[in-house]
């Protein structure tokens, strides 16, 4: 079945430091990929998203790439703020379904 | 912005109680999910709807229910909750965008059973 694993957690870093979190993914057809954000006490907020191979996702200083020959989709930041700590998920959408699958989520604290 | 609602964002009932977790949305989504998301953060998707009169079971067996008379109103219900319910429970409604769906998701409402 589809499935999607991220990097485990938690992750700590220094402010102005650089992020990466990275997902990998298995799927049977040719999926969209997700970055969803979880800050406490709240829902999921999109992130960003890419549709296709070689797309590039970018939102508030994020980025990532559909890397389709490595079946990737790593989220990465050159610098990361206070307020981006937070849980972040990756996600996969199969076109004729619209169902999401979550990868298992990764705590993010960044430290003044 | 998008424009999902869930109520209540917190409840605290006892064991046995019956309760309806309330989610709405102003879009006009024909899609819509209910996931819990346990205390390890992880989602499970329970329930889904792919329109008014159509209701599915998720990917994680619960024993709740819902309904879809409206399509802006996805309600799940627990007739009798237990301390295993105790979670977090988020509303999701999907629509197709250029290139594929994308997921809009509610507050949530975290849940305590006593």
């Known amino acids: 079945g589809d499935s999607v694993t991220q990097m485990e957690g938690p992750v700590t870093l220094s402010e102005e430091a650089f992020l990466t979190i990275n997902c990998t993914y298995t799927a049977t057809g040719y999926p969209s990929l997700f970055w969803y954000v979880q800050y406490p006490g709240e829902g999921l907020q999109l992130l960003l998203k890419a549709t296709k191979a070689d797309d590039k996702g970018s939102n508030k200083g994020f980025e990532a790439t559909y890397r389709k020959e490595t079946t990737s989709f790593h989220l990465e930041k050159g610098s990361v703020q206070v307020s981006d700590s937070a849980v972040y998920f990756c996600a996969l959408i199969l076109t004729s379904y619209g169902k999401l699958t979550f990868g298992q989520g990764t705590i993010l604290t960044v430290h003044p | 912005e998008a424009d999902i609602y869930q109520t209540p964002r917190y409840l605290v009932i006892g064991t046995g109680k019956k309760i309806t977790l309330e989610c709405s949305q102003t879009m006009g989504h024909d899609k819509m999910y209910w996931y819990q998301q346990d205390p390890g953060m992880e989602l499970h998707l329970i329930h889904y709807?792919?329109?008014?009169?159509?209701?599915e079971k998720g990917d994680l067996s619960s024993e709740s229910t819902v309904s879809r008379i409206r399509t802006e109103h996805f309600p799940l219900t627990l007739e009798s909750a237990r301390p295993s319910h105790t979670s977090q429970y988020l509303c999701?409604?999907?629509?197709?965008?250029?290139?594929?769906?994308?997921?809009?998701f509610g507050p949530g409402t975290r849940l305590t059973v006593l």
């Open positions: 999701a409604s999907s629509e197709y965008v250029t290139g594929g769906y994308e997921q809009f």
């Open positions: 709807s792919y329109g008014v009169n159509s209701t």
